[in-house]
């Protein structure tokens, strides 16, 4: 005679675990659902960005520069970069035209978009923008980035003049002069995700005449 108890009892415990499964499915779905509703972080660009020059002196803004080198990856636009400048020196504001005292200085570069100081007498090759003739036809060659994007094997200048309170308007909250013989770190900053795409070291070199790239 057959036990139909126990065949009952059988088939309940088959049916209990199949219900545990379609449930552990059901909830690893609506976990999985959950997770990716909410976007990823991006990341920042890929670009090896070195100091290929470092020249300063506290006499004049002549002199002062940095240098930078984009070795390769991705291109940076100007409106997403942002380079922190770390020294020792001397450094006044924009609006300013009282230096602080010798030492430790930090300059922001909010973002590469605009110009470059092209001065008399603060960088070599300013006769070739003829601003003091009125003529401004080249001015866009002194943008700090051309067209905008900066390119594996383009480099870039970034003189100590850049903050002067002029009418190549520009995005540095300062103007600074280097001290020969110390070090200079430049951060740069990926502005969309605020991570850091590269960080340079290098030791300041006397210069009294901007060489420039």
Do not use: C
């Not at 219900?19 to 609506?30: F, W």
């Amino acid at each position: 005679m057959v036990n139909f108890r126990e065949s009952e009892f059988a088939a309940s415990s088959v049916v209990g675990v199949i219900l545990m499964v379609g449930l552990t499915v059901v909830m690893a779905g609506t976990i999985s659902m959950s997770v990716f509703v909410y976007p990823l972080p991006s990341d920042a660009p890929d670009a090896n960005i070195v100091i290929r020059a470092a020249r300063g002196n506290l006499i004049n803004f002549s002199g002062n520069e940095i240098v930078l080198a984009h070795k390769g990856g991705n291109t940076l636009r100007s409106d997403s970069v942002k380079i922190i400048i770390d020294g020792y020196g001397i450094e006044a504001t924009k609006e300013g035209s009282v230096y602080m005292p010798l030492g430790a200085i930090k300059i922001t570069y909010n973002n590469l978009e605009g110009y470059n100081y092209v001065g008399s007498g603060q960088r070599k090759d300013h006769w070739k923008y003829n601003l003091s003739s009125g003529d401004d036809t080249r001015i866009e060659d002194a943008k700090i980035v051309l067209n905008d994007t900066w390119m594996s094997g383009e480099t870039i200048v970034l003189y100590g003049a850049d903050g002067v309170n002029n009418l190549n308007k520009n995005n540095v909250d300062k103007k600074y002069k280097l001290t020969p013989g110390s070090k200079v770190t430049v951060t740069i900053i990926d502005i969309p995700t605020n991570q850091i795409i590269a960080t340079s070291f290098a030791t300041v070199k006397y210069s009294a005449e901007v060489v420039g790239h």
